[in-house]
């Protein structure tokens, strides 16, 4: 017998709230405070009239993301954000871990989690630390004006990433450039599409060339596998994706809401130590991969409500990072704060798998960025500085243009 309802719904929302305030954009919209105030779930009309739910709570994201009776199948879902209304989502391409369940999901993470171990990804700083240097030494020559996304934060883990999977040196210009242009929003969605498929296509002859003739790196180690070619395609795929577009952008919006919070960016430069707790609290703050959508595969009691199989949920991270009944004075950026916890990385089975290199190139980045350039700044008044459309599943900066003084 399905449960029933304990709780009186609270009063509904109609669609996503996707606004940020003014002047404020490391902030979530702030309606998802207010709604998350009134009830940490509540029901939510979707862009094409399906009536799901809304979760904006810490503890019921945790618990709606640890449910196994909650489906991460594209089209089981119905999209919160505007522009595909009357579109019905197509299931997930082969190999894409990320829109599938168990067994399946299981069959994949399980190879993947034995290749991306903690103690593997730790073993990658001192690689790291020198591309990093790197990029540090090119910023100096072409500096003191520059754009940070372009200059360290895009190729800082667009190398990482093809040197994890094998990408040729001889490619990686073309290799980055196709991820750029999927990911700009100057780009046409034609040109966006055309680069995703070139990126596709770049990843089917890898895939070949790696089972001809296999090398030192991820890719070449699945072909040993039982995955098909079109599985380690759609892998790889996933994996460049994960492990380049958030850190991209994680660290480039991670140095701007450094910059624009002094006092906390001084207790960095003071201490490139406590970088472990400056990258666990900006990726609780800032919370880039913000929206989570779901489908109630059974009838679920969360919280003393009925979902009812086959409706949707929206698990708002970016709102249950933010959560005062788990983080203190949650809307400030406190690097004193210890943010156990936080889902800026997801929960659940479909936790980000890449997070532990992402840590790494976080806690290496920042540090040495603010170290070797004391006086960094931005170049443009902070309103100008131009950010992701907030309707797009990871927000970030597009241009961040930075000086600093020569000496």
Same mark, same amino acid.
């Given at each position: 017998m399905a449960p029933e309802s304990t709780t009186t719904p609270s009063p509904g929302v109609a669609g996503l709230p996707l606004a940020r305030p003014a002047g404020c954009p490391f902030d979530p919209p702030a309606e998802l405070a207010r709604i998350r105030e009134r009830h940490p779930l509540v029901r939510m009309t979707y862009p094409d009239g399906h009536e799901g739910w809304l979760v904006t709570g810490h503890a019921l994201a945790r618990a709606a993301l640890a449910d196994q009776r909650v489906s991460s199948r594209y089209e089981l879902t119905h999209y919160p954000m505007p522009g595909l209304e009357g579109i019905e989502l197509p299931p997930a391409p082969v190999g894409d871990l990320t829109g599938i369940d168990p067994p399946g999901h299981t069959r994949y993470r399980k190879l993947l989690n034995a290749r991306f171990t903690n103690r593997r990804m730790r073993l990658l700083t001192e690689r790291v630390q020198q591309v990093t240097a790197e990029y540090l030494d090119a910023m100096d020559r072409n500096g003191p004006e520059v754009d940070l996304v372009a200059v360290y934060a895009h190729p800082i883990p667009a190398v990482m990433i093809c040197e994890l999977l094998g990408v040729p040196y001889a490619d990686r210009e073309s290799f980055q450039g196709y991820t750029a242009t999927t990911?700009?929003?100057?780009?046409?969605?034609?040109?966006?599409?055309?680069?995703?498929?070139?990126?596709?296509?770049?990843?089917?002859?890898?895939?070949?060339?790696?089972?001809?003739?296999?090398?030192?790196?991820?890719?070449?180690?699945?072909?040993?596998?039982?995955?098909?070619?079109?599985?380690?395609?759609?892998?790889?795929?996933?994996?460049?994706?994960?492990?380049? =577009?958030?850190?991209?952008?994680? @660290?480039?919006?991670?140095?701007? %809401?450094?910059? !624009?919070? +002094?006092?906390?960016? &001084?207790?960095?430069?003071?201490?490139?130590?406590?970088?472990?707790?400056?990258?666990?609290?900006?990726m609780r703050y800032l919370s880039i991969a913000h929206t989570v959508v779901r489908a109630a595969l059974a009838d679920i009691e969360l919280d003393g409500h009925l =979902?009812?199989?086959?409706?949707? @949920?929206?698990?708002?991270?970016? %709102?249950?990072? !933010?959560? +005062?009944?788990?983080? &203190?004075?949650?809307?400030?950026?406190?690097l004193?704060?210890?943010?156990?916890?936080?889902?800026?990385?997801?929960?659940?089975?479909?936790?980000?798998?890449?997070?532990?290199?992402?840590?790494?190139?976080m806690r290496v980045g920042f540090p040495a960025l603010f170290t070797r350039f004391p006086t960094l700044r931005l170049a443009v008044p902070p309103e100008d500085v131009p950010l992701y459309p907030t309707h797009q599943g990871i927000y970030g900066v597009h241009r961040l243009p930075v000086t600093w003084d020569q000496g």
């Open positions: 990911a700009s929003v100057d780009a046409a969605p034609e040109e966006r599409g055309a680069a995703h498929e070139a990126l596709q296509e770049y990843v089917r002859q890898l895939v070949l060339a790696k089972r001809a003739a296999p090398t030192d790196d991820l890719l070449s180690d699945l072909t040993s596998s039982d995955l098909t070619d079109e599985e380690l395609t759609g892998l790889g795929s996933i994996l460049l994706a994960a492990g380049l =577009i958030t850190t991209a952008n994680m @660290l480039a919006l991670g140095a701007f %809401a450094l910059l !624009r919070n +002094p006092a906390q960016l &001084a207790a960095l430069r003071a201490d490139p130590a406590i970088a472990d707790r400056v990258v666990e609290e900006l =979902i009812k199989a086959g409706e949707t @949920l929206t698990i708002s991270l970016h %709102a249950a990072n !933010r959560d +005062p009944e788990r983080f &203190a004075d949650p809307d400030t950026l406190d004193n704060r210890d943010p156990t916890g936080h889902m800026a990385f997801g929960h659940g089975i479909h936790q980000c798998l890449g997070q532990q290199l992402a840590r790494v190139e």
